[in-house]
């Protein structure tokens, strides 16, 4: 089992910053794919940027450019760092991560087949 818990969210200026984090706990060493989304209100959720174990990463249109993920060296947790934030970006993110295993280590690290999730932090963007 595995519990993930964000932190970071809250109120910040359209411009400016603002870093998530995503603290893992228990069997964090089965983890091989981990993934920020993010749900604005009365949309669906969407994804925003995943990272493997080799620290590849990719993101979604919305983010390039703009955020970076990364992941603690000991697999400890995982970061959103998002820059120029825009209005549009006001939703509660979520940290999710997936299993890998001998069987599944070649799945690509994309947005599907998560088998942990947070509860969510809320970002808000300001004018």
């Known amino acids: 089992q595995v519990r993930l818990m964000e932190s970071g969210g809250g109120s910040v200026q359209a411009g400016g910053s603002l870093k998530l984090s995503c603290t893992a706990s228990g069997d964090i060493y089965d983890l091989g794919c981990m993934a920020w989304f993010r749900q604005a209100p009365g949309k669906a959720r969407e994804g925003v940027a995943t990272i493997d174990r080799n620290d590849n990463t990719r993101y979604t249109d919305s983010a390039k450019g703009r955020f970076t993920i990364s992941r603690h060296p000991a697999a400890e947790g995982f970061y959103l760092q998002m820059n120029n934030v825009k209005s549009e970006d006001t939703a509660t993110y979520y940290c999710?991560?997936?299993?890998?295993?001998?069987?599944?280590?070649?799945?690509?690290?994309?947005?599907?087949?998560?088998?942990?999730w947070g509860v969510g932090t809320l970002v808000t963007v300001e004018p």
């Open positions: 999710a991560a997936a299993v890998r295993t001998v069987a599944t280590m070649n799945f690509p690290c994309d947005f599907a087949g998560m088998n942990y």
